[in-house]
Structures are given as structure tokens and as C-alpha cells.
């Protein structure tokens, strides 16, 4: 359902629940052929996103950003839905945390080996950790 006003219904969600459900009057987002910008009356589309900043912007123009990870975005009549397996919120990235997991993330790397999962695990671990830092370092 539209929201009055013509703005956009906006859903960031992950496998542990809802991160931000409310409206908008703008959603940028880290597709995986670059970030991507959804007004309201957007034609119906689905994407694939990356590891990046997503941005929902309110009609007064402030803007909630969320440190997201891989997953899928859809937008049909007005209804964002954005399906990721993990969003931060920008305020809650603990920075010094983040810098400890990707350490740590490239000792594993390191110590993987020829071990493929072991590898993808510690990748994976080291993408998130750089993108929680850079989404903080693009918002100074």
C-alpha cells in the first residue's frame, strides 16, 4: 500500500527481524551494478544489492543510513522492501569493533589455506567489517 502523500513504504529487513519499517520520500541503495535511487512511482524492479550504505530519506530530509550486507531489493507500487542478512544502523556501528573483526577477519584469511570455506567465511567476514567502517568513515 502507498503511503498518503505519495511517498514510498519502506522495509529494511534481516533474518532476526525488521531494522526500519516506516515511510520515505527517497531510498538510495548499494546495487550490484551501482547505487541505485527509488522515488515514489518508480517502475517495479528487483535488484540484487552488495555490501553498502543504504539511505532512507524522509520528506522533512532527514535520513536514516543502515550499513548493509548482500541481499536483494524490490519496489512495486510505492513498497520498498529491502532484503539483506545484515543492516546497521549508522549509530549503533561500534568502530573500534568493527577494526578488531577485520583484523581478525584477515588473520583468518590468512590461516585459511586451501581451505575454500574456511576462505569464503573469513572474506565474507572481512567485506562486512570494511563496510561498517567505510559507511561511518562516508558519513563524516
Request: charged share 25%; proline share 4%.
Amino acid at each position: 500500500m502507498a503511503i498518503d502523500g505519495g511517498g514510498l513504504r519502506v522495509r529494511v529487513l534481516t533474518p532476526v527481524g525488521a531494522v526500519f519499517d516506516g515511510s520515505a520520500s527517497m531510498v538510495f541503495a548499494p546495487s550490484m551494478a551501482g547505487e541505485v535511487g527509488l522515488l515514489p512511482r518508480h517502475e517495479p524492479l528487483v535488484c540484487t544489492l552488495g555490501f553498502g550504505r543504504t539511505r532512507v530519506q524522509a520528506s522533512d530530509g532527514t535520513e536514516e543510513v543502515f550499513a548493509t550486507s548482500q541481499g536483494f531489493l524490490t519496489i512495486e507500487r510505492d513498497e520498498v522492501l529491502v532484503l539483506v542478512d545484515q543492516a546497521l544502523p549508522l549509530d549503533e556501528i561500534d568502530v573500534a569493533r568493527a577494526r578488531a573483526d577485520l583484523q581478525a577477519a584477515e588473520v583468518a584469511l590468512e590461516a585459511a589455506g586451501d581451505d575454500e570455506v574456511a576462505r569464503t567465511r573469513a572474506e565474507t567476514s572481512r567485506l562486512r567489517a570494511e563496510n561498517l567502517l567505510k559507511v561511518v568513515e562516508s558519513q563524516k
